[in-house]
């Protein structure tokens, strides 16, 4: 993808999930083209009959969100979706779900939403009338299932992995911090049992760390997870963060006293570069 005005950024893969993220970015007319190819790829290469994993999915493919970025604005990424959506369901078959800000109904933003029941259960959910596909055929591709494309804002996919087997305790601590019962309004949480590892991961998507940092998710994890005496034992990173987020975790932790991100020394030779 380094051709045609696209440059991948990150590829994550990992074997519990069973999940391949790449992050890449562009043009707008380039990042359609590549968006396009990859999943013209995960189509022909993946049968998802035969495919389990620890994370939520209800494709081969399974999500592609677009970025705004850089002076390309919601509305383009909305535009984006649509345009690939569309050509998705023509060219390769496969029943496509708008979600995010291109979403056709606010229940069907929420990508949690249109993932209820999974791959598995694809025949029975396209066919209900507010899990219907925006575009494409409304039963599941017979080896690709289907595909949720749409646009948002940035997130950080952050994990916290906890010292102990109990999925059930993981989905304990998950439902005390994602917002749909009672936790951070930004946060989106589950129990992910890492089978390799004899472990289990309080798995987030952080989508707006700027209103709810990574410090303050991890924190009321590690809280939750001392009531039943399990220690955390590390966290991770899938795919990119903003810097800014990585700042905000610093000066907490550091108690840094009149800090700026002016100060980080990649930013300002950036800044400087820009002004040039």
Known sequence: MGGSGVTLLDQ??????????????????????????????????????????????IGAVDVIPFVPLAGTSMADCVELAKDLGGRIARELGVPVLLYGEAATHPRRKELAFLRQGEYEALVDTLAMPDRGPDFGPSAPHATAGAVAVGARAPLVAFNVNLGTADLKLANAIAKAVRAG?????????????????????????????????????????????????VPVVGSELIGLVPMAALVQAASHYLRLERFSADQVLEARLNQVTAGE
């Not at 472990?199 to 997870?225: C, G, W, Y």
């Open 181 to 229: 019962s009672g936790g951070f309004v930004n946060v989106r949480a589950k129990g992910v049992l890492l089978a390799a590892r004899g472990q289990v991961q309080v798995s987030m998507n952080l989508v707006d760390t700027k209103s709810t940092p990574i410090h303050r998710a991890f924190e009321l994890v590690r809280l939750e997870a001392e009531r039943y005496g």
């Open 12 to 57: 994550t893969s990992d074997a519990d999930h069973n999940r391949t993220v790449l992050t890449f970015a562009g043009t707008p007319e380039g990042v359609l083209a590549a968006a396009f190819r990859a999943a013209q790829a995960a189509v022909r290469l993946i049968d998802m009959n035969r495919h389990s994993g620890a994370h939520p999915r």
